[in-house]
């Protein structure tokens, strides 16, 4: 807020609804602007997954330990201000456990050949899916948001949206 109402990045964060903390702040830094869709996706999906009991993360690229890192720092960073603040419930860390399996979904692999690169099962690794195909929506719709970024997401959402993952075309059957 600043004294004439919302600021940008204000109105940028009322229009997500879920994780809209760390896409703010993440908006507002430029880093969104610098991912390219599967990126972005990945990105999403470590905003939406909490991983069970003794999961382990996988083994990253070294462009996810990256962004890894940034979403760290960010976390951190919006963590500090909620406990000033007394803001709670807390903001969840990110978890990029789903990222490989997100890597060989965008590239148009088999739900079979993906589900072997998660611990998720089939289920959850649908709903997760779909949990970012909603927050990408979000993203191209929100007001402060540059077209390269609105695209960048709807082709993201096109990269996602195929086979058990499209809700829509199961309906249609």
Do not use: C
């Not at 993440?26 to 997954?49: R, Y």
């Not at 007394?86 to 060989?104: M, S, W």
């Not at 590239?107 to 959850?124: I, M």
Request: glycine residues 6%; positive net charge; proline residues 5%.
């Amino acid at each position: 807020l600043n004294p004439s109402g919302l600021t940008p990045k204000g109105r940028f964060g009322a229009s997500i609804f879920g994780y809209e903390l760390m896409l703010a702040q993440m908006h507002e830094a430029g880093v969104l602007e610098g991912l390219d869709e599967t990126l972005l996706s990945i990105l999403l999906a470590a905003l939406v997954f909490e991983p069970r009991k003794n999961d382990h993360p996988p083994k990253l690229t070294g462009r996810v330990l990256k962004l890894q890192k940034t979403a760290d720092d960010i976390f951190h960073a919006v963590r500090r201000a909620e406990v000033r603040y007394r803001i709670f419930q807390h903001t969840k860390p990110p978890y990029f456990h789903l990222a490989p399996a997100i890597e060989a979904w965008s590239a148009g692999e088999s739900f079979e050949k993906t589900l072997r690169q998660t611990t998720a099962d089939e289920g959850e690794l649908v709903r997760m899916l779909r949990m970012v195909i909603q927050l990408l929506r979000e993203l191209w719709n929100a007001p402060e948001v540059s077209d390269t970024l609105k695209a960048r997401a709807r082709n993201a959402f096109s990269k996602i949206n195929r086979g058990v993952v499209d809700a829509e075309r199961q309906l249609r059957v």
